[in-house]
C-alpha cells in the first residue's frame, strides 16, 4: 500500500513566540536543538523528538518535551550545529561569541533556575574572536575544524581538537558573511556574503580559489541569512539568494570550473536557506543516483527537489507566518524540520516511496574513489586529485606501492596498538570515586551515629556522545518511540511508523489526504508530486472533501494534497498541508473545519520582560496632581493684542475647557475626566487627564478634532508643534502623532535606558520637523524615527581642537541644532571647552568625531542651513590635516545625477560638491583628488 509523507506543526515547540533563528536535529535522531531570543539572553532548547514522531507520547506526561534549556548567551542565538558525532552542540549569537556544548549527565534533575532538567548540558568552551554577531557555524565533515561567520565581515576556522585555538581568520569578504558550508570532499570552505559574492577557499592554504558574482550583482541585503549547502556527491554548490531576470533563485554551481549556468527557480521571495539531504537516493530498478534538497524563502514557502526531476517534489505555501530561517534533515535523510521569523518549527517524514532508497555505503566509496580518489568524504587526504589524468597516474603508483603490505601491516599493528592504549587510558579517567566505607561517629552515651554522605549525579556518557534519549517512567515503558537497532544505531524510520496509534487507521485511496481532527493531535498526510501530476503555477487550486470509512479511530476527513488547515488546540500539534505544482502556487482555500471542539489557532504572544528599565510600565517618571484650576499660554501677544490662554477647571468628575484673549471667551469644551496637562500653538490644543486620555481641539474653534486618544500610562509631559502633538508618559516612552495626516510618527519609543545612572529627564522639546528631542543628564538626545534609535545631539563631553574662527564664523543661530545644543550650555561655555581642553595624544580623532556628529544631526535634524555649514567646515578640517582617504570617501557621497534623486535638504548634491571643491583646491597636496572629484562630477553633468 502507499505510504504517504507527513507534515505538522507542533505548537508546543516554542520560545515565548520569540523568532527561531536556528534549529538542527542529533546525529542519533532523539533530540534537536533550537536557538533564539530570551526574556534578557539568548536561548538554546534541547527537545525531545519522540512526542513530534508519536502522537501517543506527546500526549504522555510522563514522557518530556524539553531536554534542556541553557541561556548562557547574553544575545539573541542565531544558529546551532551538532558536530559530526553527537558529542558536541555549537552556539553562536549577537554576543559574538561561539559557545561548544558538552553533555555532563543524563537523567532528571534541575537546572540553575529550578526547572526540570532531564538532560545537563554544559558550555566547555567559549570561542572569542568575532567583533559583532555570529550569524551561521558549520562543522568539517571529518570534525577537525569548526567555521563561524559574523557581521564583522571575517570568518574563523576554529581548531575543533584543540579549542579555542584558531586554524585562521579570513577577511576576504567586504560585506556581512551570512552562510558557511563545508566540501564533503574535504577540499573548500564557501561562504556568501552581503558583498554579493560566493567565495571558495581553499583548506590547504585558507586562500581564496573563487570569487562568484555574476548571479548576485543585482540582490540586495534583504535576508537575515544566506545559507548555501553543499550536494553529498561534492559536485555541486547551491546558494541562497541568487536573481534570473529579476527572479529569486537558487542558484546551482559546478565544482571544477565553478560554473552558474543552472538554478531553482519559483519562489516569490529571496532565499534564505537551501539544505541537502545527507544522502544520495537510487531511482527504482536503476543503478543513477540522485539528490534531494530543500529550500526556504521569505516568502514562507518551503520546496523540496529532487535532482533527477525537472519540478520540485513537494511545495508548501504559508506554512509560516513569516521568513523561513533553518532548515535540518535527519541523519537517516527521511525527516527535515523547519523553523521560522514567527517563533515556530514545522516538521516532515517522507517515506522511500518518495525520496527512493539511500545509496549504499560501498557505492559511495565507489564513486568517491573513482571522482576524487579517496573512500569517502571524511578520509581527510593531504591532497585531494580532481584531474582525470593525474588521478589515473596517481592509481598507477599506488598499485606499485601495494608490493610493501609487511610496511603497512606493521603501520597498522601501531595505529591499533595506540587506539587502545587510548581507549583504556579513557575509560580509566572515566571511572569516578566509589565509597567503600561508611563514616561513623560515637555520642557520649556510645550510641553509634553515621554521617550522611551527598551522592552527586554521575554522568552517563561525559567523554563521550550521549546516549539516545530514551527516559521514561517504569509505568509508561510502551511509549517510548526512539528505539536502537543491535549495533546500537538509532533505528531508521519511514512514515508508515509515524501513525503512532493502537489501532491502524482505514486504508483510503491514493491521491487523498487523512487528517485526524478529534484531540490529542491532528496530522495530514500527503502524496508528492509525480511527473505526471504537474499544475502550473498560475492555475487556481481547489479543495474538495470526501467521506472516509468508518473505523473504532476518531473521525476522519479526507481531501485533496493542495488544502491547507491552522486550526490546533492549545498545546495540540498544528496541521499543514502540502501542495504541488511547477515552481510555487498559490495559496489554497482554506477547508473546512470539522466538527468537534474549538480549534483555533490563537497567536502566541511573546512575554515582554519589565526587568529592564526601558520596558518597565512602573511609573518612572512623576505625573501632575489634578489641581483645581490650571491656565496655560499658548499663542503670544502681538501688536498690541492679547495673548491666547487655555483654562482648565477642574470638578469632581469632569473637566471644563476654555480658551480666552483678554477678557473674551473664544471656546468652551467639556471633558469626563480631570485635566492634568494643556499644551497648545496656532493651530491645535491638547488636554491629558487623569484617566490616561488626551484631547485634541482646533486652537481656532475649539472643535474636537479627533476622538480621545488613550496612553497606555499616565501623562508625565505635553509638547505640541505646528500639527505635532508628543506625549511623555510615565513609564519613561515617547509618541509623536501627526494630527494633520493622521499618522505616528514616532511610537511609544521607550527611553528608560538614558535614566540608568540616576540621570534626570531635565526637558523635551519638539521641532518643526516632528522630531523629539529630549535633555538627559549632561547630554540631549533626538529621536530617528527610520532608525528607531536614540541619537546624541550633544554632550558635555566632546572634546574638538578646530578653531574658534571654524566655530564662530558664519555659524547659524536659531536654527534647530543651534537652539538644542545653546539650551544645553551657553554659547560662549561651548565654545570655551572647544578652544581649552585639547589633548595632544585625541585632539585630531576628537576633533573628526565632533564635526562628523554635527554633519549628521544637522542631517537627522533636516536643518538646511546647519548641514550646508558643518559640512563646509568637516572638509575644511580634512584638507588642512590632508586626509585624502576620508576626504575622497565623504565627497564621492555628493557624485550622481543632478535630478530629484541627487538631493539633499533642498541642495543639488553636485552644487554643493562644487563647493566643496574650492575648500580642496586650497591644498596643492591634493591635486589629484581635486581633479579626480571634479572629473566625476563633470562626466556626471554630462549624462
Known amino acids: 500500500p502507499f505510504v504517504a509523507m507527513k507534515l505538522l506543526k507542533p505548537n508546543w515547540v516554542s520560545l515565548d513566540g520569540s523568532p527561531i533563528f536556528s534549529l538542527d536535529i542529533h546525529p542519533d535522531g532523539s533530540r534537536f536543538a533550537t536557538g533564539g531570543q530570551g526574556d534578557s539572553s539568548g536561548r538554546v532548547v534541547v527537545w525531545n523528538m519522540a512526542p513530534i514522531r508519536s502522537e501517543i507520547s506527546e500526549m504522555n506526561p510522563d514522557i518530556p518535551k524539553v531536554l534542556c534549556e541553557m541561556t548562557n548567551h547574553l544575545g539573541c542565538v542565531n544558529c546551532v550545529r551538532w558536530s559530526v558525532d553527537g558529542k558536541w552542540l555549537a552556539s553562536g549569537g549577537d554576543d559574538a561569541i561561539v559557545m561548544i556544548w558538552q553533555i555532563k549527565y543524563q537523567g532528571v534533575g534541575k537546572s540553575s533556575f529550578g526547572a526540570t532538567s532531564h538532560e545537563q548540558w554544559g558550555c566547555v568552551h567559549m570561542l572569542r574572536g568575532h567583533n559583532g554577531d555570529v550569524l551561521d557555524l558549520s562543522w568539517s565533515p571529518d570534525q577537525k575544524y569548526l567555521a563561524s561567520c559574523s557581521v564583522d565581515n571575517s570568518i574563523i576556522v576554529w581548531n575543533a581538537r584543540s579549542f579555542p585555538q584558531k586554524c585562521t581568520v579570513i577577511t576576504g569578504h567586504r560585506g556581512l558573511v551570512k552562510g558557511l558550508t563545508w566540501d564533503p570532499v574535504g577540499k573548500y570552505l564557501a561562504s556568501q556574503s552581503d558583498d554579493k559574492t560566493v567565495r571558495i577557499w581553499r583548506m590547504s592554504d585558507w586562500k581564496e580559489e573563487k570569487e562568484i558574482a555574476a548571479p548576485f550583482r543585482s540582490c540586495g541585503g534583504t535576508t537575515h541569512v544566506l545559507r548555501l549547502s553543499w550536494s553529498p556527491d561534492g559536485k555541486y554548490l547551491v546558494s541562497a539568494h541568487a536573481l534570473n531576470n529579476d527572479g529569486p533563485t537558487a542558484q546551482i554551481i559546478q565544482r571544477g570550473d565553478w560554473k552558474t549556468g543552472m538554478d531553482f527557480v519559483g519562489h516569490r521571495k529571496a532565499v534564505e536557506v537551501v539544505c541537502f539531504n545527507p544522502h544520495l537516493f537510487l531511482k527504482n530498478g536503476t543503478s543513477d543516483n540522485y539528490g534531494c534538497i530543500a529550500i526556504g524563502s521569505r516568502d514562507r514557502s518551503l520546496s523540496v527537489w529532487l535532482t533527477s526531476l525537472k519540478r520540485p517534489l513537494v511545495v508548501t505555501h504559508d506554512l509560516f507566518r513569516d521568513s523561513i530561517l533553518d532548515l535540518s534533515w535527519s541523519t537517516d535523510g527521511y525527516e527535515l524540520m523547519v523553523c521560522s521569523t514567527d517563533g515556530s518549527v514545522a516538521y516532515i517524514c517522507f517515506s522511500e516511496k518518495e525520496l527512493g532508497a539511500p545509496l549504499p555505503k560501498q557505492a559511495i566509496d565507489d564513486l568517491y574513489l573513482s571522482t576524487y580518489g579517496c573512500k569517502c568524504a571524511n578520509a581527510s587526504a593531504d591532497i585531494l586529485i580532481e584531474d582525470p589524468e593525474m588521478l589515473r597516474l596517481h592509481g598507477t603508483a599506488e598499485k606499485v606501492q601495494a608490493s610493501t603490505p609487511e610496511k603497512s601491516s606493521v603501520t597498522d599493528s601501531l595505529q591499533s596498538s595506540a587506539l587502545n592504549q587510548s581507549v583504556s587510558l579513557t575509560s580509566e579517567s572515566a571511572k569516578q570515586p566509589t565509597i567503600t566505607k561508611q563514616m561513623e561517629s560515637r555520642t557520649k552515651d556510645g550510641r553509634r551515629r553515621i554521617t550522611p554522605v551527598m551522592l552527586a549525579s554521575q554522568p552517563t556518557s561525559l567523554s563521550g556522545a550521549p546516549l539516545p534519549f530514551t527516559s521514561f517512567s517504569p509505568k509508561e515503558k510502551k511509549g517510548v518511540v526512539v528505539r536502537t537497532t543491535p549495533e546500537g544505531k538509532p533505528e531508521q524510520r519511514d512514515a508508515s511508523r509515524l501513525a503512532s496509534s493502537e489501532k491502524t487507521p ?322 560662549s561655555d561651548v565654545t570655551q571647552m572647544l578652544l581649552g581642553l585639547r589633548a595632544p595624544s585625541s585632539g585630531q580623532t576628537a576633533t573628526l568625531t565632533y564635526l562628523e556628529s554635527q554633519v549628521s544631526r544637522s542631517l537627522c535634524l533636516r536643518s538646511p542651513l546647519e548641514y550646508q555649514h558643518w559640512t563646509k567646515a568637516y572638509v575644511r578640517y580634512l584638507v588642512k590635516e590632508n586626509m585624502e582617504a576620508r576626504l575622497r570617501e565623504f565627497c564621492m557621497r555628493f557624485t550622481g545625477p543632478s535630478d530629484c534623486q541627487g538631493m539633499v535638504l533642498g541642495f543639488q548634491k553636485q552644487a554643493l560638491l562644487r563647493d566643496l571643491l574650492s575648500v580642496v583646491a586650497g591644498n596643492a597636496k591634493l591635486q589629484r583628488l581635486y581633479c579626480e572629484i571634479r572629473d566625476t562630477v563633470d562626466s556626471s553633468k554630462e549624462l
Not at 492679547?642 to 471656546?667: F, Y
Not at 472643535?703 to 488613550?710: G, N, P, Q, S, T
Not at 524615527?785 to 574638538?800: F, G, P, T
Open 506 to 827: 482505514p486504508k483510503l485511496p491514493t491521491g487523498e489526504v487523512s487528517m485526524i481532527t478529534s484531540p490529542p493531535a491532528k496530522m495530514i498526510s500527503f502524496e508528492p508530486l509525480s511527473p505526471k501530476k504537474v499544475v502550473h503555477m498560475d492555475h487556481a487550486v481547489e479543495a474538495a472533501t470526501t467521506k472516509s470509512p468508518v473505523s473504532s479511530r476518531p473521525k476522519t476527513t479526507t481531501f485533496k494534497p493542495l488544502a491547507s488547515d491552522r486550526s490546533t488546540a492549545g498545546q495540540k500539534r498544528t496541521l499543514e498541508s502540502v501542495g504541488e505544482g511547477v515552481g510555487m502556487l498559490p495559496k489554497a482555500k482554506k477547508l473546512k473545519k470539522a466538527r468537534g471542539p474549538d480549534t483555533t489557532l490563537k497567536p502566541s504572544t511573546p512575554q515582554k520582560s519589565s526587568s529592564v528599565l526601558g520596558h518597565s510600565r512602573h511609573p518612572i517618571l512623576p505625573v501632575p496632581e489634578v489641581k483645581g484650576n490650571v491656565t496655560v499660554q499658548i499663542i503670544a501677544g502681538s501688536g498690541g493684542s492679547d495673548p491666547v490662554m487655555i483654562e482648565l477647571d477642574n470638578a469632581k468628575s469632569q473637566c471644563t475647557v476654555t480658551s480666552h484673549r483678554g477678557g473674551e471667551t473664544i471656546w468652551v469644551s467639556t471633558l469626563p475626566s480631570q485635566g492634568l496637562l494643556v499644551s497648545g500653538n496656532q493651530c491645535i490644543t491638547c488636554v491629558a487627564c487623569n484617566d490616561k486620555s488626551v484631547a485634541l481641539f482646533s486652537s481656532l474653534t475649539g472643535r474636537l478634532l479627533l476622538a480621545r486618544l488613550f496612553l497606555q500610562s499616565l501623562p508625565h509631559a505635553l509638547n505640541t508643534t505646528a500639527h505635532f502633538l508628543m506625549a511623555i508618559t510615565a513609564d519613561a516612552r515617547v509618541s509623536v502623532w501627526d494630527t494633520l495626516s493622521m499618522k505616528a510618527v514616532v511610537h511609544q519609543a521607550s527611553f528608560g535606558h538614558l535614566l540608568e545612572d540616576k540621570k534626570q529627564l531635565h526637558s523635551s522639546s519638539l521641532t518643526k520637523a516632528g522630531i523629539p528631542v529630549l535633555t538627559v543628564g549632561s547630554a540631549s538626545f533626538m529621536f530617528h524615527a527610520d532608525m528607531s534609535a536614540w541619537m546624541e545631539v550633544y554632550s558635555n563631553r566632546e572634546l574638538s581642537e578646530i578653531g574658534k574662527s571654524d566655530i564662530s564664523s558664519s555659524l547659524p543661530e536659531n536654527t534647530p541644532l543651534d537652539c538644542l545644543q545653546r539650551s544645553a550650555n551657553s554659547r
